[in-house]
């Protein structure tokens, strides 16, 4: 079939021989996208369908001749007794169910032209970046300025006669320092100069008088013994690993293989780095920058330019009419093209803005496991991290590889923003040109700073934000607490956050680690917002690990009889046990509460829950199967940590009923879903009395939320980003791993088609949107009657 075809021709090959406008069609070159199939529906829905396909109700205004449509779509599908209607295995608030069962699901394709750049850019990038066809603007590689210049990014702070290598920064060193990126390695004199020499490796580290306190570094003195080439004692810049290894030496226990691209305890074997989406095959990933190859560019890799090959194209540009101009209309540049392609809305726009916001972040990082999801073992065998903001790569890798992208900004209905802001938050220590200097110590403060200058950066360069004042914009705020610390200018974007905090309750800071507070973050730069507006942002799943073993033993469709345990939370309770965090203020004093009603484990005074019961276990001890635990349990308790915690999304995938108890607090699409079919809420006042409360629901009741959690469970996994990753290892390695086979088997809507449906229901009906000026000329590939609110 064509489909597995590779054309070996350019785009400007192709100008070469066209000497007016050719339409050349590649519609059956690649398979389209499938339609979205209709949604299952309740038996009292089902009754409802009897009457016309296209009942409508029509009303005359009294301003106007003109008549207006309102759909009857609650007598197509109204909402069963909780207020919920179902649509794709989901339960939904009515309106917003109702509208996507009725529109969302017959939604057609519309020809979209998508405009394929050409530009050139100066020196090409002095071969130090990757040009933007688009706009022939270069991104430069970590360490260089204009992409000819070097600059310097030293890895200490200014030397004092106390501290020769300055004050303490991640970067630290004491050794050789690269200053195209600010990290350490053994350097010139050693056996093995390009090893890593992270942090405290270089220093000489005081063991402590008593045994039970920490060891402490001296960052005023080098530890030369990690130099020394004797054979009884072999420093770590100079001894072999297979000595290592037999036992032969002792090394440093703090020196180890911290940075990107390395393996092993003596980063010995070279192995791939990590790149948002590997450099879609189109570029080598360097250290988390993608180096991409001719004729394509952006971030990943994925956008394809006059120069490149047609069939190797994203799937998300397939099938596609092109209209190829002749060349010697355009003297001086390479030809631009314009295809035509088949999409369904919603489609976002995203920038490709200056890898300051992304790219460089990545590459840059002094620990490998920071910024990202994953990282690759001596094989390049995908090895997942329990990063718990992985959900930022996640999101980040499919919505450059869906099929609702564009590069059309007029055709856009969004407009995606990619500031890793996790990463900001993460690097704020790591080096000096990361410059925390004047923020007081406040990673939140320095966050802020980055979303601004991006701000500043598509409205200088780019026409869409003042067309909407950024209503049809999204950012996303991974971090504890979303996004508290959003810069004023942004707020009338939608945020994507992993906790929806209204400020009606709590409204401060609730964190209890300093340098994330944004109290003292003033009201120039901040505004007033709440951290969380319902009316137009979303709360989405945090990014959990997957776990092949919990699949193959379908916890979450674990049935009623063997949930033994009637309530289950298991998690630091703070102060009062042992290795408790010390803050009264942490969880915002909820767990604590809980623990003093229910605790099922001794605190540190050796007492028990006032409440204890044997079905209820709130406990701070480390769990041997966690998983198993929460799917022998009936309700599971979702609470804060110092913002969101991931409780929620254990609970959904193991098929727990989640417990939420945070008041003025949204959780993941607690605006869109309809929580009383499948969650409980319990005021915080209400914690002594939660116990009688559980027990208080009727066997029905519990086996209607356990099966609407059955139902949904998928809603919380980022699926498709999952096996973006297991179709690159299988192309590139002919095998699929344990994770990948089991993934590979879940066919319901995941985390990202959520919020696409999502997009797609507040883009018709979001009183949020329909502030801004509505474009009537688009085609939305909708009836008329499901257009009713937008034109």
Known sequence: MFSHQKWKFSWSQIATVASVIVLVSLVHLFLGPVVPSFDSITVRQAQNLCGPSNESISQVTKNSSQSL????FDRRFPADSHGAVVYRNASWKAEIGQWLSSCDAVAKEVDIIEPIGGRKCMSDCSGQGVCNHEFGLCRCFHGFTDCSQKLRLDCNYEKTPEMPYGKWVVSICSRHCDTTRAMCFCGEGTKYPNRPVPESC?????????????????????????????????????????????????????????????????????????????????????????????????????IPSTLSTVGEWPQWLRPAHLEVPSEKNVPGNLINLSAVVKKKRPLIYIYDLPPDFNSLLIEGRHFKFECVNRIYDER??????????????????????????TMNGEEADFFFVPVLDSCIINR??????????????????????????????????????????????????????????????????????????TNSKHNHSTTAYFGDNWDDISDERRGDHPCFDPRKDLVIPAWKVPDPYSMR???????????????????????????????????MGIRQKLAEEFGSSPNKEGKLGKQHAEDVIVTPLRSDNYHKDIANSIFCGAFPGDGWSGRMEDSILQGCVPV??????????????????????????????????????????IQFRLGNVKELWQRFLFRDSILLEAERQKATYGHEEDWAVQFSKLKHDDIFATIIQTLHFKLHNDPWRREQAVNRTKDYGLPQECLHKTS
Not at 445 to 473: C, M, Q
């Open 69 to 72: 449509v309102v759909v009857a």
């Open 202 to 302: 270089g220093f000489q580290i005081n063991s402590p008088t008593n045994p039970d306190e920490p060891k402490m570094t001296d960052w005023s003195k080098p530890d030369l013994d990690i130099l020394t080439t004797n054979s009884s004692k072999q420093g770590w810049c100079n001894v072999d690993p297979e000595d290592a290894y037999a036992m032969k030496v002792k090394i440093k226990e703090e020196c180890d293989c911290k940075y990107d691209c390395l393996w092993g305890r003596f980063c010995e074997i070279p192995v791939q780095c990590t790149c948002v989406n590997q450099c879609s095959g189109h570029g080598k990933c360097r250290g988390g920058f993608c180096q991409c190859d001719k004729g394509w560019f952006g971030t990943d890799c994925s």
């Open 380 to 405: 390049n065998a995908t090895v997942w991290t329990d990063y718990l903001y992985g959900s930022q790569m996640a999101f980040y890798e499919n919505i450059l590889a869906t099929a609702h992208r």
């Open 428 to 501: 704020a220590d790591d080096a000096p040109h990361i410059n925390m200097q004047n923020h007081t110590g406040l990673r939140s403060s320095l966050t802020l700073e980055f979303y601004k200058r991006a701000y500043e950066h598509i409205v200088e360069k780019y026409p869409y934000w003042n067309r909407s004042a950024g209503r049809d914009h999204i950012w996303f705020f991974s971090w504890d607490e979303g996004a508290c610390y959003a810069p004023k200018e942004i707020w009338n974007s939608m945020m994507l956050v992993h906790w929806g905090n």
């Open 553 to 587: 033993k379908n916890y979450w469709e674990r049935p009623r009889e063997k949930r033994k345990t009637l309530f289950y939370f298991n998690g630091n309770l703070g102060p009062a046990y042992e290795k408790g965090r010390p803050e009264d203020s942490y969880s």
């Open 660 to 701: 939420i108890i945070q008041d003025g607090i949204y959780l993941p699409y607690e605006n869109m879903l309809n929580y009383e079919s499948f969650a409980v809420r319990v005021n915080e006042d209400d914690i002594p009395n939660l116990i009688n409360t559980l027990r208080g629901f009727s066997e029905a009741e």
